[in-house]
């Protein structure tokens, strides 16, 4: 859902809806977080009770801290930027687009380039949102997962 806002973000041209994908992500990272506290709390991050693999209790724990981390740095530093930028530039004349127009920007070809420069100051962020982001949504999902009990143990 996050990911389908941030793509009419970026059609429209218009930082609120960034706000709205990165508040998403703030409260999802404040539930996980929230998730692997409680199992730590309870013993349940605990390796010596036999429920979990020693890798998979200090992975948890390690995802714990790191969601925390992304809580943190949403609410402290992306979403005032975001708020920022949306304040300052969403209500200048031309600069946001409809909806449809914004479809036919993008899909107009305005510059066809392999220029490294051109494309450097886009490279970290576009790796790191294409590759970490999706891991880490799959990850949610594993790391979530309540432990389940073989038969017999």
Request: net charge negative.
């Amino acid at each position: 859902m996050a990911e389908c806002v941030s793509f009419v973000g970026v059609i429209t041209r218009q930082y609120w809806w960034f706000i709205v994908e990165n508040g998403t992500w703030t409260v999802i990272a404040a539930w996980v977080a929230g998730s692997l506290v409680k199992e730590w709390v309870s013993g349940k991050l605990d390796i010596s009770n036999g429920e979990m693999q020693h890798a998979i209790a200090h992975l948890k724990k390690l995802s714990c801290g790191a969601f925390a981390a992304l809580f943190i740095y949403n609410t402290f530093i992306d979403l005032p930027m975001y708020y920022a930028r949306s304040v300052e530039l969403d209500s200048l004349e031309g600069r946001s687009l409809s909806f449809l127009e914004g479809i036919g920007h993008a899909a107009a070809c305005l510059k066809v380039t392999t220029d490294e420069e051109t494309w450097q100051p886009q490279m970290v962020w576009m790796t790191l949102n294409y590759t970490l982001a999706p891991t880490a949504c799959l990850y949610v999902t594993a790391a979530t997962a309540p432990v389940k009990k073989e038969k017999g143990v």
